[in-house]
């Protein structure tokens, strides 16, 4: 072997080319078992073995150029029709593409494992193929004519094999440089592949020379994801500049306000009689130069305003192409991780009396790098469960009027933005008495309690640790811990596996996945004044639960659902630790959960759907309970998305302790409707009552704080339809309060009046430019202002 491999850069290639190639050679030889004289894949075979022996040769392998030059051999002699591609011949050639791989990866890394342990293997696998292939070939070349009697001389006796023989040169290759090696075209159609510490994008190639226009590149995987976060924060910063806009859309309507003050200001002026014509004059000329500087600075505004949001659309279009780029890059054909899957569904099949196949539909269905890496271990539990426990052995098969070999069906498509994985065989289904007696045995449930388990029920049962329908434990089953492990994989990815069956049509097992771990499609909520997401593959149904719904059993809140009973906790507690608090109306609740581990969550208001971009916790902070990561919204504030597996856990330990409090029954609604919620902000006693008494008076549900931070952490923790706040308060004072509010997005668009003693203008602009929708001077309660701007910004109390 030449000293060119120990540079990494030439072993990791000849490794990506070896399993490409390898790759190609196993799936069509799977197809030649099917198809002895398919042309086309002939064809395929004896190009994928050209391509190795070529690859070997530049690197100096000469047990690899030996190895791919007599499968060409063998795949040129069945294009000629010298040799019958029989399960004979097909099992032989397959042995040559597993000593392909062992080559390329050898065992424990020995690099001269080719010259050393495993050099009798190759030797006697080359010199078996090379004496048959001669044979034939003498065979045919000394076959007599019409009418001849001469006798064919038999071929000599194969001796030990000459690399020589083949080309291979004695003395080692000389260097190949990286960028000669990198620029190497292949002659297979198959892309060359990347591993996970070299994700490239999928490249493409036509004939014997690539298109340098797409070229593949080496990049680590950890550039990806920083990547990726990098655009993900791009995305969500270029969406800020929107709030700014919506500012300065309220500066304009301010300044506009502004322009008719001043006009209302002139035409008092001239009604003016008790000052001189000079003195007239002035103040009228100042005050048109004051209009004429208020209409350029509103055209200036206006133009700023439309230049802002041509810039917030290109932005955000470009970040937003930015992102799908880099996500793309983290995407790869769900083929990427089938390769043996065939091979090894025919070979168990072979080894269990059961002839199998596998069909793979949807193979270049896109996922994302790291759900297909946890992808495969689980797919072999399904194949090998479908091959073991699903296929009926041929004479069943045959009284049940099927083929005597069997099909097993991987499918994989996109679905409401989801990845649907299924395995499904053509069996003779489950046998759901012998899963109940075996339920019973195990003491999982009583007889009577087994005899009421629904179907669904009962195939729950198939996925619990150690269980198992085997009485005696093989190389292939009977441990219970497949199909454990496969639920064990999809609830770390965020997904859900179910079963169906048909009783003597088969099984079919489907998982449920993201596309992507990077971005999670979410249920914002509201908790204890809070944002938190709740990832929506894990969740089952959201309603507005009506107070006469919930019923008390064994202490405990309930409901009805699908008729079954569904526990009721409060999301403030588990999560925040706190007293739930009572809120009028019906009661928002997300339902998740599996079996009987199914609950009902109270959350305090929906906030509505998002994709999110997840953003890993500090490693430093360990597991956080009932948290899975966090992410940023649209507008840049942080939150949490909890974990649902987790949550589901944490209430069931409270639960068994009896620690989680009974949820506070909701204010009713009166006349089916629920009176708006004002909340009055004031340090005074004497105004917080008037303005309470004025709008109770009137129908509204008034709420009190005796200052800004009262009255910011009541804005965050209820919701209210409008907030009422003077501006000189200690601790934090009005104008403060309405610039908390307008920022922060869940309450921006809260309507917010002040009322004040203040009524200078510079005063009502300060409390204006702040965000306020209202300002009002506390001298006109007299005369019913108050309501009638109440009732302007939110209406009558019951509409």
């Not at 003779?428 to 195990?442: H, K, M, Q, S, Y």
């Amino acid at each position: 072997m030449s000293d060119d491999l120990h540079n990494a850069t030439l072993l990791d290639l000849f490794r990506m080319e070896t399993q490409t190639q390898a790759q190609v050679l196993g799936d069509g030889l799977l197809a030649l078992e099917r198809a002895p004289t398919d042309a086309s894949r002939l064809e395929a075979c004896m190009r994928a073995a050209h391509s190795l022996k070529g690859a070997a040769r530049i690197v100096g392998v000469d047990a690899g150029v030996a190895l791919a030059h007599v499968l060409e051999d063998a795949f040129v002699a069945a294009q000629r029709g010298a040799l019958l591609l029989d399960a004979t011949i097909i099992d032989r050639l397959l042995q040559g593409v597993d000593l392909l791989m062992r080559l390329a990866h050898p065992p424990g890394r020995d690099s001269g494992w080719a010259q050393g342990e495993g050099r009798a293997e190759i030797d006697a696998f080359v010199t078996s193929l090379t004496g048959q292939l001669a044979a034939l070939t003498s065979d045919a070349a000394q076959a007599p004519g019409p009418g001849s009697t001469a006798t064919p001389t038999p071929p000599a006796e194969p001796t030990a094999f000459d690399y020589a023989s083949y080309g291979v040169p004695t003395s080692p290759p000389p260097a190949v440089s990286q960028a000669m090696t990198l620029a190497a075209p292949t002659s297979s159609a198959t892309p060359v592949p990347y591993d996970d510490a070299r994700d490239s994008p999928e490249t493409t190639e036509s004939g014997d020379s690539a298109d340098p226009a797409s070229r593949a590149l080496r990049v680590s995987a950890d550039s990806l994801n920083r990547l990726l976060r990098l655009s993900s924060e791009g995305l969500v910063a270029s969406r800020w500049t929107r709030p700014f806009a919506q500012s300065l859309q309220r500066l304009k309507r301010h300044q506009h306000d502004a322009g008719d003050a001043l006009d209302r200001a002139s035409s008092a002026l001239a009604q003016v009689a008790d000052r001189s014509g000079e003195d007239r004059q002035r103040l009228q000329a100042a005050l048109a130069d004051l209009r004429r500087a208020l209409s350029v600075g509103g055209q200036l505004l206006a133009e700023q305003i439309h230049e802002l949001d041509q810039f917030d659309r290109r932005s955000t279009q470009l970040s937003q192409r930015l992102y799908d780029e880099a996500l793309a890059c983290r995407m790869r054909p769900l083929d990427d991780r089938l390769g043996g899957f065939a091979r090894m569904v025919r070979d168990l099949g072979r080894s269990l009396g059961k002839p199998a196949r596998l069909e793979i539909r949807g193979a270049h269905t896109q996922v994302d790098r790291d759900i297909l890496d946890q992808l495969e271990a689980p797919l072999d539990h399904l194949l090998r469960n479908a091959v073991d426990h699903g296929l009926e052995r041929p004479a069943e098969r045959a009284a049940a009027g099927k083929p005597a070999e069997g099909v097993i069906t991987l499918s994989a498509r996109h679905s409401a933005g989801l990845l649907l994985v299924s395995v499904a065989d053509d069996g003779a289904g489950i046998d759901l008495e012998r899963v109940r007696r075996a339920v019973v045995a195990r003491g999982l449930a009583t007889p009577d309690t087994a005899q009421r388990l629904d179907d669904n029920e009962l195939l729950e049962f198939l996925m619990l640790p150690g269980f198992t329908l085997r009485d005696t434990v093989t190389e292939v089953s009977g441990r219970g811990v497949g199909l454990d492990a496969v639920r064990a994989m999809v609830a770390t990815v965020r997904g859900t596996v179910r079963i169906e069956h048909a009783p003597g049509r088969g099984t079919k097992v489907i998982l449920q996945l993201p596309l992507t771990l990077s971005v999670v499609r979410s249920l914002l909520v509201e908790i204890a004044g809070e944002p938190y997401a709740l990832p929506l593959a894990n969740l089952s149904r959201t309603l507005a639960l009506p107070q006469e719904r919930i019923a008390v059993l064994e202490g405990r809140p309930h409901f009805t659902l699908d008729g079954k009973q569904i526990g009721l906790v409060s999301a403030q507690q588990v999560l925040c630790g706190s007293a739930p608090v009572a809120a009028p109306g019906d009661q928002p609740v997300v339902v998740f959960g599996d079996g009987e581990a199914r609950y009902g969550l109270a959350v305090d208001k929906f906030l509505g759907e998002r994709m999110l971009v997840v953003q890993p916790l500090d490693a430093r902070l360990g597991k956080v309970p009932n948290i899975a990561a966090g992410a940023l919204t649209e507008d840049g504030a942080p939150l949490l998305i909890i974990d649902t597996a987790d949550l589901v856990r944490s209430i069931a330990k409270a639960v068994e302790r009896g620690s989680l409090e009974r949820l506070p029954m909701r204010a009713a609604q009166a006349s089916g409707r629920t009176s708006k919620r004002v909340l009055v902000v004031d340090d005074s006693l004497t105004v917080r009552e008037l303005e309470r008494k004025l709008l109770a008076a009137r129908g509204y549900e008034v709420r009190v704080a005796v200052d800004g931070m009262d009255g910011w952490n009541a804005v965050r923790s209820e919701t209210f339809d409008m907030v009422i706040t003077d501006v000189d308060m200690p601790r934090m004072d009005g104008v403060e309060l309405v610039t908390l509010i307008k920022r922060d997005a869940r309450t921006a668009a809260l309507p917010v009046m002040i009322v004040s003693y203040k009524d200078r203008e510079e005063d009502r602009q300060r409390g204006l430019d702040a965000g306020a929708d209202y300002y009002l001077a506390k001298g006109s309660f007299h005369d019913d202002a108050l309501l009638r701007a109440v009732v302007d910004l939110i209406g009558e109390p019951g509409s």
